[in-house]
T-cell receptor, first 112, second 113 residues
Framework: QKEVEQNSGPLSVPEGAIASLNCTYS??????FFWYRQYSGKSPELIMF????GDKEDGRFTAQLNKASQYVSLLIRDSQPSDSATYLCAVTRNSGNTPLVFGKGTRLSVIA | GAGVSQSPSNKVTEKGKDVELRCDPI?????LYWYRQSLGQGLEFLIYFQGNSAPDKSGLPSDRFSAERTGGSVSTLTIQRTQQEDSAVYLC???????????FGPGTRLTVT
C-alpha cells in the first residue's frame, strides 16, 4: 500500500514567518515529488516539484527532499495571509504521465 | 479550451440513481486522470487514461464505477446505483507528457441523498 502521510494541522504561523510543511512516504521507489496548494472550494494547483535530493527554491518556496529518510518538505518564507490554504504532498514513481498518490494535506493558516 | 473543464459543477441525486460526470481536458493533452476528494480527505486516484485506453483503473472503488474516453479528448465517469458514500468532489486532471504539467479542473460536487 503506497501511503503519503502529512500532519493535518491546522498549522498557524504569524505573517512574515517561515511555514514548514512536512510529508513522509512509504514507497521507496518514488522518484517524483510534488506540492499542491488548494484553497477552500477550489481545485489543487501545482506550486513545486522536486526530483533530486536536496533543496529546490522558487521565489518564497523551497522544497526539500531526502530520499533516504523518505521525507519531503515545503518551506514558505515571509508567509502571507494569502498563503492560507491546504497544502497537498504527492508522489509518483516516474516523471512521465502517471497518476499521483496524494497525502491528505496540511491546512496552513497565516495570521495577520 | 484554456483549461480543464468539468460538468456539471454540482449534482444532487437520489440514492440508487445513475450519474454521468464529464471532463474536457486541455486541448492536446494525452493523459487524463479522475480523482475524488471526500470531505477532509486527500485526493483518491480513480482511473488514468493515455489516449483512449486506460492503463490504470486500479482506483475504481467498485464495479458501479466506469469511465470512458473518446477521440483522445472528452471523458465520462459513470456511477451506477449511487450510494451515499459516493458523495464527494470528483476532480479531473490532464497532462501533456509529464506529470509536472498536470492541471486540474474545477471539479464536480456530487451529493447523494
Amino acid at each position: 500500500q503506497k501511503e503519503v502521510e502529512q500532519n493535518s494541522g491546522p498549522l498557524s504561523v504569524p505573517e512574515g514567518a517561515i511555514a514548514s510543511l512536512n510529508c513522509t512516504y512509504s514507497d521507496r521507489g518514488s522518484q517524483s515529488f510534488f506540492w499542491y496548494r488548494q484553497y477552500s472550494g477550489k481545485s489543487p494547483e501545482l506550486i513545486m516539484f522536486i526530483y533530486s535530493n536536496g533543496d529546490k527554491e522558487d521565489g518564497r518556496f523551497t522544497a526539500q527532499l531526502n530520499k533516504a529518510s523518505q521525507y519531503v518538505s515545503l518551506l514558505i518564507r515571509d508567509s502571507q495571509p494569502s498563503d492560507s490554504a491546504t497544502y497537498l504532498c504527492a508522489v509518483t514513481r516516474n516523471s512521465g504521465n502517471t497518476p499521483l498518490v496524494f497525502g491528505k494535506g496540511t491546512r496552513l493558516s497565516v495570521i495577520a | 479550451g484554456a483549461g480543464v473543464s468539468q460538468s456539471p459543477s454540482n449534482k444532487v441525486t437520489e440514492k440508487g440513481k445513475d450519474v454521468e460526470l464529464r471532463c474536457d481536458p486541455i486541448s492536446g493533452h494525452t493523459a487524463l486522470y479522475w480523482y475524488r476528494q471526500s470531505l477532509g480527505q486527500g485526493l483518491e486516484f480513480l482511473i488514468y487514461f493515455q489516449g483512449n485506453s486506460a492503463p490504470d483503473k486500479s482506483g475504481l472503488p467498485s464495479d458501479r464505477f466506469s469511465a470512458e474516453r473518446t477521440g483522445g479528448s472528452v471523458s465520462t465517469l459513470t456511477i451506477q446505483r449511487t450510494q451515499q458514500e459516493d458523495s464527494a468532489v470528483y476532480l479531473c486532471a490532464s497532462s501533456l507528457s509529464s506529470v509536472s504539467s498536470t492541471y486540474f479542473g474545477p471539479g464536480t460536487r456530487l451529493t447523494v441523498t
